[in-house]
């Protein structure tokens, strides 16, 4: 299968799975309102795949105390493809990872140089060839850079609130994204990562959910869990 494509659903999905999805939609509409507006800063499709590359194991808060720099001393994917690793390296520190993270960033530009002319490409393809990004970090780079929804970007929090909500049991991220391209329609897709995340940090908690107020409480199979 093309990495384009959406990994094919593990769960079967049923008209009463949609249904239900439909309740969740409705509902996440109404109590987390507007358009997503992304808690890493960037302004450039370059700056966001950067961004999101640091952000692992880590917060969104501490990639931007770092990005500031980072973007100053090495404002394009050329810039950056000449960078010395130990120079990077001091830039985020601060990060955790910072070695892997510092060499992945180096190698994503120079592949981006060398490959798509300094231009960071538009295509699920081509995105997941850049050392450090799978599919998770492609599906947002596409969405909030060029407008192109490929797909569900699952992270940590979508992954737990996919499987507590009993809309998946797959059990990897790909296989997760496919389960939940399946049960919402595409008009949904990005709304879907925006709302789950922000559930995921303000009530769905991994160790301690607060159940008692979550919105979604009534539609949760696994409330308390």
């Given at each position: 299968m093309s990495a384009s494509r959406v990994p094919r659903p593990v769960?079967?999905?049923?008209?009463?799975?949609?249904?239900r999805a439909q309740l969740i939609a409705q509902r996440f509409?109404?109590?987390?309102?507007?358009?997503?507006?992304?808690?890493?800063?960037?302004?450039?499709?370059?700056?966001?795949?950067?961004s999101i590359?640091?952000?692992?194991?880590?917060?969104?808060?501490?990639?931007?105390?770092v990005t500031p720099l980072l973007f100053?001393?090495?404002?394009?994917?050329?810039?950056?493809?000449?960078?010395?690793?130990?120079?990077?390296?001091?830039i985020i520190h601060s990060l955790g990872f910072y070695h892997n993270k510092a060499k992945n960033l180096i190698a994503m530009a120079q592949k981006v140089q060398s490959d798509f002319g300094g231009e960071i490409p538009r295509?699920?393809?081509?995105?997941?060839?850049?050392?450090?990004?799978?599919?998770?970090?492609?599906?947002l780079v596409l969405s909030e850079s060029f407008g192109i929804v490929a797909g569900i970007a699952v992270d940590t929090h979508v992954f737990r609130i996919a499987h507590r909500l009993n809309l998946s049991r797959?059990?990897?991220?790909?296989?997760?994204?496919?389960d939940l391209c399946a049960v919402f329609p595409q008009n949904q897709w990005r709304m879907i990562n925006f709302w789950?995340?922000?559930?995921?940090?303000?009530i769905c908690d991994a160790k301690k959910p607060q159940c008692a107020t979550c919105f979604?409480?009534?539609?949760?199979?696994?409330?308390?869990?």
């Open positions: 769960s079967r999905i049923t008209q009463k799975d949609k249904k509409a109404i109590e987390i309102p507007g358009e997503p507006v992304p808690a890493l800063h960037f302004s450039t499709p370059y700056q966001c795949v950067a590359a640091l952000s692992a194991q880590t917060t969104d808060t501490n990639v931007n105390k100053e001393t090495y404002p394009t994917p050329v810039d950056l493809a000449q960078a010395s690793q130990i120079d990077v390296e001091e295509t699920m393809d081509e995105l997941i060839t850049l050392p450090g990004v799978a599919r998770k970090t492609a599906n797959a059990k990897t991220p790909p296989q997760t994204e496919g789950m995340i922000n559930l995921g940090r303000t979604l409480a009534d539609l949760c199979p696994k409330k308390g869990v």
